[in-house]
Each structure stands twice: as C-alpha cells, then as structure tokens.
C-alpha cells in the first residue's frame, strides 16, 4: 500500500531552526499537510500545499515540497518551547487521505 | 460552538461495559471519520462516513461499532473491549470525501482506558 514515513523524533535548542522531513509514496497525490498534535490533544492543521507547488511560507513555517523525489520538509524558524509537540505528515489523493507516524520535537530552553 | 467536539473527553471503562463515544461538527461537513490513536501505533483509520452512508471500515473488530445519525453527528459504540484497546480515539470531518476539500479538522479526542 502506499505509506507515508517521517522520523519519530527531534530535538532542538530554543531559537533554532527545526526541519522536520517527510516521504510519501502515492505519486497521485493532491494535497500534502502538516498537523500539529499537542499533549492531550487532537490534531491542529497547521498548513498544506498543494502539489504543484514547490513551497509555501506563513509567518514561522516554511514547506518545501519536492514532487519528483516525493519528500516534503516543514521548518519552523526560531523555535520556541511552545512548539513542542507531534507534527504529523499527510497527503491526500482523490478519495483517501493517508498519516505519517508523527515526529515528536523536543525544544530545550 | 465552533469546529469538531467529542464527548465525553476520557472515559474509564471495564472489559464487560458498554459506553458510547459522540462526536460532533458544526461545520457543515459532510464526511466524518474515527480515528485510533495508541502508543504503538501510528494514527489508524478506523472508519469513515461521507453523507451518512459508511464508505470505509478499516478491518475494525466489531466490538467497535459506528453510527452515524446525520452528517454532524458520529457515535462510536464500545462494547466488551480489551485492554488493548486503550488508546486515543479521534473524530475529524471534512468538506468532502475525496478531491480539493479533504483537508480534514480534528476533535480533540477521547482517551479511553479499559481495566
């Protein structure tokens, strides 16, 4: 079946930059996310590009998407302690929509 | 009250009771979905409901049984589970099934324990 694989987890120091990395394998895909999960609760959409884009920016949160090799980045520029949590990949195609196992990042003060 | 809600938030349960989970959205969505999220697993799809009607049941054990009464409102029926059955149970919806609208908004989840 098709997956979506990511690292399960990243540590990183207050003000830093984090980039968590993402491969999926569905070569249909449409759209591809980033969720934020914290501690107790459910997931947070935090953005999504579509696939035929190559980037997009909001605010802290650069996505690089590169279709050919299937990999998708999100980075978080000065990272703060509140942005610890699980951030989960996904990517969607017409009628399924398919997770990531969520990469844990950790920031220290 | 806006976006996706789940009720009740956690829930203690022995293997012999039976209790219900409720989800609820008020987006005007028309797909809804369950989700189980546990330790040792990555998020499973368990089931997935689009205008009512159950378009997907992900291999699930029928001790997890699902209704869906209309397009805002989704019941997971729990009856004699295990204790691995422990775990996250999340509720999302959608605009749509498939195509442009299938960015899907999460409920914040109920953590269900079974002794």
């Known amino acids: 079946g098709e997956d979506v694989e990511q690292s399960l987890f990243l540590s990183v120091r207050e003000g830093d930059s984090s980039v968590i990395n993402c491969t999926y394998t569905d070569s249909s895909s449409t759209y591809l996310y980033w969720y934020k999960q914290e501690p107790g609760a459910g997931l947070q959409l935090l953005t999504y590009?579509?696939?035929?884009?190559d980037m997009k920016q909001d605010q802290r949160l650069t996505v690089l998407l590169n279709k050919k090799d299937k990999h998708l980045s999100l980075r978080i520029a000065d990272t703060q302690t509140g942005d610890s949590a699980i951030y989960f990949c996904?990517?969607?195609?017409?009628?399924?929509?398919?997770f990531g196992a969520g990469t844990r990042l950790t920031v220290k003060p | 009250e806006t976006g996706v809600t789940q009720t009740p938030r956690h829930l203690v349960m022995g293997m012999t009771n039976k209790k219900s989970l409720k989800c609820e959205q008020h987006?005007?969505?028309?797909?809804m979905y369950w989700y189980k999220q546990s330790a040792k697993k990555p998020l499973e799809l368990m089931f997935v409901?689009?205008?009512?009607?159950?378009?997907e049941n992900n291999s699930v054990p029928s001790r997890f049984s699902p209704e869906c009464p209309n397009s805002s409102h989704l019941f997971l029926h729990l009856h004699t589970l295990q204790p691995e059955d422990s775990a996250l149970y999340l509720c999302?919806?959608?605009?749509?099934?498939?195509?442009?609208?299938?960015?899907?908004?999460f409920g914040p989840g109920t953590r269900l324990t079974v002794l």
């Open positions: 987006l005007g969505h028309n797909a």
């Open positions: 590009i579509f696939s035929n884009m």
């Open positions: 409901y689009n205008f009512k009607e159950q378009t």
């Open positions: 996904a990517e969607s195609s017409f009628n399924d929509m398919r």
């Open positions: 999302a919806s959608s605009q749509d099934l498939g195509g442009p609208n299938n960015e899907q908004f």
